[in-house]
């Protein structure tokens, strides 16, 4: 993240916490989003670096990339609801 300060230049080094809400609003997000499990969206930002535009360029651009990377069948975990 980068500093608000117009004179300083670079990254904000963040403390636990404020790492952990971060990844928690992402979690949320892209779950809401998609129209995942929070648990499936944790996943998913994990392995693409956390970063949430990644993920969502990820899903666009290929519909079948949560059952391709994890094994998962969506429509059959729905359908068990």
Known sequence: ???TNK?????????????MKKQET????????????????RALLMKYGWNKEKVMDAISSEEDLISRVFKF?????????
């Open 1 to 3: 993240m980068y500093s």
């Open 7 to 19: 004179h300083e230049r670079g990254f904000k080094l963040l403390n636990k916490n404020e790492i």
């Open 26 to 41: 992402s979690i949320y997000e892209v779950s809401d989003d998609i129209g995942i499990s929070p648990t499936l969206s």
């Open 73 to 81: 069948d969506l429509t059959t975990a729905q359908r068990n609801k």
